[in-house]
């Protein structure tokens, strides 16, 4: 695994008020980092799909790629990358095509192989997206026989912020860690997702160590039931996201948080001053192993 480029480009650069990207290439093979014996699996994956909606869209894409880390979220080795298409049994979208470049003659007579990938998800360790609250519901639609796997998302178990990045998105957050690559086929999305948690922090702990540690606890879903209308920017503001389903403004937060929170919400949306319909939220625990389902 390395970022190609020039290394005389980058000792020119280090001196001078600019950063240098490097074109993303993620190489299969041991990386020589960690101690490989014992180590754990993790699998990456990401789907593309023909539109938003469960009922009618389809996936299109899929793209897995396993590697092994060790007890200190070091990357050892990285296997082959796999990528397989599926005709969704019906045009393609125009904006799709647009943005991932797969057509109706890319996925006329593709099928995903089940067996296959039901084999290579059921025998890791630990699944990983980037905004597995989405990809995981897509899997899990397409593969029942690999629900109820453990889950975690690049995107949510890495507090990114706190390590002094701003946003959370893939192509963003892959630039601030000094690469670049070309966005949106699940395939490449799944290495930008290895490069990210090969990344090493000020304090020398890889983003991969901070995603298992977070990953393996338990969070809770709030519910800020019968908030009023006249709070929604406030909620909006605090991370809030509106669930259409239940209609109500929900946050999953981990256990170290919720103390913090129910504080806040009291002083900002159960006050006299904010006109709640209710006395409170409701908060559920979410255990480890349904999280993002």
């Excluded at 082959?80 to 393609?92: A, F, I, Y």
């Excluded at 639609?141 to 796997?149: E, K, Q, T, V, Y």
């Amino acid at each position: 695994m390395k970022l190609t480029g020039v290394d005389r480009v980058a000792e020119r650069d280090a001196s001078e008020d600019v950063r240098v990207l490097r074109r993303l290439e993620i190489r299969e093979g041991f990386t020589g980092e960690g101690v490989d014996e014992g180590a754990s699996v993790c699998a990456v994956v990401d789907v593309e799909t023909t539109g938003l909606d469960m009922e009618n869209d389809a996936v299109i894409q899929l793209a897995i790629r396993r590697f092994r880390f060790d007890a200190d979220g070091l990357i050892t080795s990285i296997g082959q990358s796999r990528t397989w298409l599926e005709d969704p049994g019906k045009p393609v979208p125009p904006e799709v095509t647009s943005m991932t470049g797969i057509s109706d003659e890319d996925v006329a007579g593709h099928r995903f192989p089940d067996d296959v990938v039901i084999k290579v998800l059921r025998h890791v360790d630990i699944i990983v997206a980037h905004n597995a609250g989405f990809d995981r519901k897509w899997i899990e639609r397409r593969f029942p026989a690999a629900a109820g796997l453990a889950w975690a998302c690049s995107m949510s178990d890495v507090d990114w912020r706190s390590h002094g990045f701003d946003g959370r998105t893939l192509g963003f957050l892959g630039m601030q860690c000094g690469f670049f690559y070309e966005a949106h086929r699940a395939d490449i999305d799944v290495d930008a997702v290895i490069g990210l948690l090969a990344h090493r922090f000020h304090d020398g702990r890889s983003a991969m160590s901070v995603l298992m540690e977070n990953a393996q606890t338990d969070t809770w879903i709030v519910r800020a039931e019968g908030a009023a209308y006249g709070v929604k920017e406030r909620l909006r503001a605090r991370g809030y996201r509106w669930d259409p389903e239940r209609r109500v403004w929900a946050k999953e937060i981990r256990d170290q948080d919720r103390l913090s929170e129910e504080f806040w919400l009291a002083a900002n949306i159960y006050s006299a001053e904010a006109r709640p319909r209710c006395m409170g939220p409701t908060i559920e625990r979410v255990p480890r192993w349904e999280r993002y389902a």
